[in-house]
């Protein structure tokens, strides 16, 4: 069974950014025990393995796509991905 928490419409705050409002998506598979959290709808390139069992998605220019953690409940509390906390910016 797949546990999904998707949220819309986040947008980068800080003036002249280049950021589009994108879906911000977060996905867990409790079959796999994998977490996966998108937060661009750009298409990856790659992944680089920054540490064992924990990919960074990549397009060809070097943004951010998505991160992907395998084993991911020995390595965080699952329950938290499906927390939503919005914070203000602070300048």
């Given at each position: 069974m797949r546990d999904e928490l998707q949220t819309k419409g986040v947008r980068s705050s800080r003036e002249g950014s280049s950021l589009e409002e994108k879906d911000m998506k977060v996905r867990y598979d409790k079959k796999v025990d994998a977490a996966f959290i998108q937060f661009s709808s750009k298409r990856?390139?790659?992944?680089?393995?920054?540490?064992?069992?924990?990919?960074?998605?990549?397009?060809?220019?070097?943004?951010?796509?998505?991160?992907?953690?395998?084993?991911?409940?020995?390595?965080?509390?699952?329950?938290?991905?499906?927390?939503?906390?919005?914070?203000?910016?602070t300048r």
């Open positions: 990856p390139a790659g992944g680089v393995e920054i540490k064992e069992g924990v990919i960074l998605h990549v397009t060809d220019r070097d943004e951010i796509v998505a991160l992907e953690i395998l084993e991911a409940s020995q390595r965080l509390p699952v329950r938290n991905l499906f927390t939503l906390e919005v914070l203000e910016a």
